[in-house]
């Protein structure tokens, strides 16, 4: 079983991600499921979403309490979430970040990228998605094809542009951890 | 169904347990669609209302301006001689109450789903069971579900055994809020031939009002007859309590999905010395937990209404201790769940444990703690801050 936290505040599209990743985990015959840290949330406030993957059927229905993976949609999340404790030691954490910000943690791995740049240069949003193919290329698990088609089950629009941030990212992170 | 980018009829689709039961509504053809919008029962109502406005269902959906009209408005509807659904939870199930009564004296096979959620004050729009625990009395069959999967298979079966001649009650299929109804996972959604094999379409064959044939139905009635009509309800109930192992069994062969007997499941009974029960989404993560331990199993009590004494008194039958999780409490005595199956429990060595109050998580240490104080002389209050 992986355990994954998606971190956002209200607007900026982690429960889609989580969504969109529990559909991508789907695609590959993996089962997984995706659920909001359920809030009252409001735009701009800290939003948690929460994925679970795994060969075997998935029972429990809790939040994830310590993550494999971290996704930092938001990285003013770092310090008023405790992000870097709610990860497994060794776990991954994926920041949106212009910064680098390796040093947050020595027992993590941390992948700093600057999503919203790239978001930028295709269509202004995705940020989001695009941590998603920054998480693809940082397991094993999953494939970025699977990634592609649950973007394109997901979104009535804006697939083409939402698959482009997703597999950009994915390109430079993957190249980045060879 | 234009939820998303891409939806299938006849295959998987990962969905909210909201969408589940929207979709499984759609597909057994209401009438009418009456309900109000509550946190967090409202995105039922919204992909009810999506799949009216574009045609892909064809339903009268009335806009109504309060929970106890919502009601009224399914009574009214359903009395036509039509099938209807609804949706609701917490403040507005509470709202309801005086209605629920009338549908269920009234013997209208209503469907409505609830989301389950508190009920204030304080105000919290988190799940527990308190809502559907306050409507216990109200004379409708109560179906608890584990998951998405559960919820979109329990609203089609609900049809089914409410409009059975021998039923002729209505039906709340239960499920919490924000824990199933935001939860995303995959789900077999039928396809509409499917379930048109199932389910035959509805056909009112008792009372209902046309104005062809004009009745009257819910008249008064006096001191030598009242109590005829309530103990024709129980029966119901009683028969219920075999319409509902059918309908599941009947629906395991159709789909292929089974849960329990219709009214309970049970899960590693078999050499379990300790049994945990409990309902709805809880009893995933309890399941999870009792895959670490031997000898521990759980009984999922699935028909809350009514209430499996039958077959609760046999599946504990080899247990020596018994622990009830509840999320709702009776005030001034003890958890719902836990002081009825303790009534007809063979075991003496049993008690509560109230749990997930206004949306506490609750996580598998959690119950870890309930399986080590199993069948103790003493209820709990879990994780409370005194």
């Known amino acids: ?178 | 169904m234009p939820l998303f980018g891409k939806f299938k009829y006849g295959g998987k689709n990962v969905i909210s347990g909201s969408d589940a039961g929207a979709i499984a509504a759609k597909l057994c053809r209401p009438s009418v669609i009456s309900a109000y919008p509550i946190t967090p029962q409202t995105i039922i109502v919204e992909r009810l209302a999506e799949m009216v406005n574009n045609g892909e269902m064809k339903a009268e959906m009335v806009k109504v301006e309060s929970e106890h009209s919502a009601a009224s408005v399914q009574m009214g509807a359903q009395a036509t001689g039509v099938r209807t659904i609804g949706a609701s939870c917490s403040q507005g199930l509470a709202l309801m109450n005086e209605i629920l009564h009338v549908i269920s004296g009234l013997r209208l096979p209503c469907v409505m789903m609830v989301a389950n959620r508190a009920l204030s004050a304080p105000i919290s729009i988190w799940n527990d069971h308190s809502d559907t625990m306050a409507s216990r009395d109200t004379g409708w069959i109560q179906l608890h579900c584990e998951n998405n999967q559960e919820i979109f298979d329990t609203v089609i079966q609900a049809y089914k055994i409410a409009e059975d001649k021998n039923v002729m009650l209505p039906i709340m299929p239960c499920f919490d809020g924000y824990i199933l109804s935001h939860l995303y996972e995959s789900v077999n959604v039928a396809t509409q031939s499917q379930v048109d094999n199932f389910l035959p379409a509805y056909k009112a064959v008792h009372h209902y009002l046309d104005p062809k044939r004009p009745i009257t139905i819910g008249s008064v009635a006096p001191p030598n007859c009242y109590t005829e009509f309530k103990f024709q309800q129980q029966k119901a109930m009683d028969k219920a309590l075999k319409v509902i192992k059918k309908v599941n069994s009947e629906f395991s062969k159709e789909f292929g999905r089974s849960y329990g007997n219709g009214l309970v499941e049970e899960y590693k009974l078999k050499n379990a010395d300790t049994v945990l029960i409990g309902m709805g989404s809880v009893c995933g993560t309890i399941k999870s937990v009792v895959d670490k331990h031997k000898g521990v199993g759980l009984l999922r009590i699935k028909s809350f209404r009514p209430f499996p004494t039958e077959d609760i008194v046999r599946a504990l039958s080899n247990a020596k201790r018994v622990a009830v999780v509840d999320k709702a409490f009776s005030f001034g005595n003890a958890g719902p769940l836990f002081t009825e199956v303790k009534a007809v429990s063979p075991v003496k060595k049993i008690n509560g444990f109230i749990m997930g109050l206004g949306g506490r998580s609750i996580t598998e240490k959690d119950i870890e703690f309930v399986i080590k104080n199993a069948g103790v002389e003493k209820n709990f209050w879990v994780n409370v801050n005194e």
């Open chain 1, 1 to 178: 079983m992986i355990e994954i936290a998606i971190h956002g505040r209200g607007g900026q599209g982690a429960v889609t991600a989580s969504q969109i990743l529990a559909m991508a985990f789907e695609e590959q015959g993996i089962r997984a499921q995706a659920f909001p840290q359920f809030g009252t949330e409001r735009t701009g406030s800290p939003v948690k979403s929460f994925v679970r993957a795994s060969r075997r059927e998935i029972k429990i229905k809790a939040p994830v309490t310590l993550a494999d993976y971290s996704i930092v949609i938001d990285p003013t999340l770092i310090n008023t979430v405790n992000i870097v404790d709610a990860t497994k030691p060794r776990g991954t954490i994926v920041v949106n970040t212009k910064n680098a910000l390796s040093n947050i943690s020595k027992k993590h791995r941390v992948i700093c990228i600057d999503v919203n740049e790239i978001a930028k240069s295709i269509f202004a949003r995705g940020a989001n998605v695009g941590l998603l193919g920054a998480f693809v290329a940082s397991t094993r698990v999953l494939q970025i094809k699977s990634l592609t088609a649950a973007i394109s089950t997901r979104f009535p629009r804006f697939v083409k542009e939402n698959q482009q941030v997703a597999e950009r990212v994915y390109e430079i992170v993957r190249k980045e951890l060879v």
